[in-house]
């Protein structure tokens, strides 16, 4: 509208009013992609980055979707054979975009972490990981991992099952142990009795930021 209006001349209501209508529209092109962005990046541990990139990848797999929207029109109509003939169609839409954005983002996250992938890759003799940084490589597999953390600064040791994790940059990154025992380490050999020992107490937890990890071994 505006490149067709001379500078100081106002819209009518009929225009704004059509304006309003586009709206929706153009939203379906940015949040199926960004919500599988966001969704995917909390599944690897990490928050999503706001710069352009992510708006423009966000616009590309909505159109994806939206251009696959005729493929699976069969199945918006047959949700478990009820009858949903009453509810609008911009609602089936909506709803098609947000259960394939999750969809997506699942899937994916459980691709990259398959061992299976990774097998395939080698087949194809292709060297490379899906990894952005070293530490994502010690830390990137499933919770129940049994980890060997040694400190920077003391001669401490921490053994414990990974659980929660923070790997993305910005913030202070961290991992965090289930059932651990914390013990000192001399001439190579953990002193005992230890410090802590949670062994038999796997509800107990204990966070380690990356800042104080000297290495991480995986057991």
């Known amino acids: 509208y505006s490149a067709s209006k001379e500078v100081g001349e106002e819209m009518t209501a009929a225009e704004i009013k059509d304006i309003i209508q586009i709206i929706p529209e153009c939203i379906t092109y940015i949040y ?127 053994e414990g099952s990974l659980g929660y994790k923070e790997i993305e940059d910005g913030k202070r990154k961290y991992i965090s142990l289930r059932g651990f025992r914390k013990y000192i380490i001399k001439d190579g050999k953990p002193l005992e009795p230890y410090i802590v020992d949670n062994s038999n107490e796997p509800q107990n937890e204990v966070v380690i930021f990356y800042d104080d990890i000297k290495r991480i071994e995986k057991m």
Request: hydrophobic share 50%; with cysteine; proline share 3%.
């Open 32 to 158: 199926p992609g960004y919500l599988t962005i966001f969704l995917f990046l909390f599944f690897r541990g990490r928050s999503i980055k706001e710069d352009n990139y992510v708006w423009l990848k966000a616009i590309a797999i909505s159109y994806i979707y939206i251009s696959f929207k005729p493929f699976f029109k069969k199945l918006l109509s047959w949700p478990f054979e009820l009858d949903i003939s009453k509810i609008p169609q911009s609602v089936k839409y909506n709803l098609y975009l947000l259960v394939l954005s999750i969809i997506v983002a699942y899937f994916a996250d459980r691709i990259i972490v398959a061992d299976k992938t990774q097998k395939i890759l080698k087949f194809l003799h292709i060297n490379t990981t899906f990894y952005d940084n070293e530490f994502e490589m010690l830390v990137d597999f499933d919770k129940g991992a049994w980890l060997c953390v040694y400190l920077k600064d003391e001669d401490i040791v921490y």
